[in-house]
């Protein structure tokens, strides 16, 4: 046996406490996964001892290839050529789930605060010389992503900052700068831009086209404060801000494909921002440990909750709680294009 067996193809959740040490079983062959039962005895693997320092919630893989032994990596992924789809008939899940309406303020509720919201319903309000409506707040029962729509049809913003918050800015449309406590970067659709906590930053626009972007804040609760002037608190360590979508960073996750814009590879510690691709389909049910928001980009499709299930469709942004049941569907022959935002920092190949 020179390859380990894969249990599962994904990982186990488990909550770990402080002070224990767990023997996460390598071989693959073990009854107790993902613990050793000695079932590795006569093979040449050993079992991985792992020491924990403080009691949380952590997946340790199943499949027995994650290069991050003992937890998951999303290596599972790459040992199908699809991603784990959902087997049960249209049928079978029109018959478990209720199709939810969309309210007068655009947004229809899915099961556990999940949510999808509708663009075109929002409430814009002025704020510091930019345009801005929230997505998701703590009012939403999100506990660590805040997320704001901005837009600004020409001109300069006034500085602002989030205090004790990092912020990622996602262009949506249109082209811009952003001055990060003075130091310019450009943001354009489908680009990131990284705004480390109480750093200040403003946005400008000359283009003659309306700006329009995210703004995803973490830990989000706190408010803007609209500042006087711009800090002079540049963070030199990251002199790297701003990011765009490159096919050489792309990573493929079975049939599917994705690129990390802005994470801990970036220097964010607390929120990571992704582009995906999706084709025609519908994964199967599953989780994340993190909290996310999403936007689509293009296409149509279904996000489904375990009861209730709503339409999406480009420009559509849903709300995930962490650990929320779901499955985000395709319908379209052309597939799927989706940015997301989630916290705590991660990869988005992750799940259980
Ligand atoms: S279950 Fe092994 S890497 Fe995810």
Redesign the pocket.
């Known amino acids: 046996m020179d390859q380990p067996i894969v249990a599962?193809?994904?990982?186990y959740r488990i909550d770990v406490e402080e002070g224990e040490t767990y023997l996460w079983c390598s071989c693959g062959l073990s009854k107790s996964q993902p613990f050793c039962d000695k079932s590795h005895v006569g093979t040449d693997f050993k079992p991985l001892r792992f020491q924990v320092t403080e009691s949380r919630t952590l997946?340790f893989?199943?499949?027995?290839?994650?290069r991050g032994q003992p937890l998951?990596?999303?290596?599972?992924?790459d040992l199908t050529e699809e991603y784990a789809g959902d087997d049960r008939s249209l049928e079978e899940l029109l018959s478990l789930t209720e199709e939810v309406a969309f309210d007068p303020s655009g947004r229809a509720m899915l099961d556990g605060d999940c949510y999808v919201q509708k663009p075109a319903s929002l409430n814009w309000v002025p704020e510091g010389g930019l345009q801005v409506a929230p997505l998701i707040t703590g009012d939403d029962n999100a506990k660590n992503l805040g997320q704001y729509y901005a837009r600004l049809s020409g001109g300069n913003s006034e500085p602002r900052r989030y205090p004790g918050s990092e912020v990622v800015l996602f262009g949506m449309s249109g082209r811009g700068e952003v001055r990060i406590s003075g130091r310019p970067f450009g943001i354009e659709a489908q680009s990131g831009v990284h705004i480390r906590a109480d750093e200040s930053f403003e946005v400008s626009c000359d283009s003659g086209e309306e700006l329009s972007f995210l703004v995803t804040v973490c830990p989000g609760h706190s408010e803007a404060e609209i500042l006087a002037a711009p800090l002079e608190n540049f963070a030199e360590d990251y002199p790297e801000r701003a990011f765009s979508c490159d096919d050489s960073k792309r990573n493929s996750m079975a049939d599917r494909f994705y690129q990390v814009l802005i994470g801990e590879d970036t220097g964010s510690a607390e929120v990571s921002q992704f582009i995906g691709e999706v084709p025609k389909s519908k994964a199967a049910p599953h989780r994340h440990l993190y909290e996310e928001a999403i936007v689509i980009l293009s296409a149509c499709g279904t996000m489904w909750t375990e009861t209730r299930r709503a339409p999406v469709e480009t420009g559509d942004i849903i709300f995930l709680p962490a650990e929320q049941e779901h499955s985000l569907e395709c319908t379209e022959d052309s597939g799927m294009v989706l940015a997301g935002h989630f916290y705590p920092s991660g990869e988005p190949n992750?799940n259980y």
């Open positions: 599962q193809y994904k990982p997946l893989c199943g499949c027995k290839h994650t998951c990596d999303g290596s599972h992924n992750i």
